[in-house]
């Protein structure tokens, strides 16, 4: 995703109204793929000031990863606010507290890199395909959702606090 600065550089100190989409593909995420499925729109405004870029707008798309319960495809509706400032890079050594700043060379900046880190940062933790999801079945792996299995009839019914009932058993027995 590229913005071109050049019509604010006749105009610094004002904003500069833009729109960008771009397409994107995979990315990794909590590490699981994850695919953009929309073109990333964002728009916003930038002004220019001195040798620093101020970007300011909002990033929206759709994105899909494996839902956490049943591996199945699930899409979530994704808008973050982005708002980057980018320093102009003068071929100098970077100084260690400014490295973390965005660079630019020439009247073009690439906001790639910020707008997808604002983007992450607003998806879930977790991706769920809908919220009733049943997930899979621990034993044959089969899909609830769409399925049912015997498995789990076959399995004691025991809490997952048995194992300390267990251990008091014992004590009271010795």
Known sequence: MKLDIVRGIQSKGIDV???LT???GEDTWNGDTIRYVQPVHFSGNFMINDET???RGIAETVIEGPCARCLEPARVNVSAEVAEAYVRDKGEEIDPFEEDQYRYKGHILDLDDAV???LLLELPTRFLCQEEC???C???????NHNSCDCQKELPRRSPFSALA???NEDEEV
């Open 17 to 19: 109204p833009f729109d």
């Open 22 to 24: 771009d397409i994107w």
């Open 53 to 55: 870029v101020v970007v």
């Open 116 to 118: 997808r880190t604002a």
């Open 134 to 136: 049943k997930g899979l």
């Open 138 to 144: 621990p034993v044959c792996g089969t899909n609830l």
């Open 166 to 168: 267990d251990l008091l």
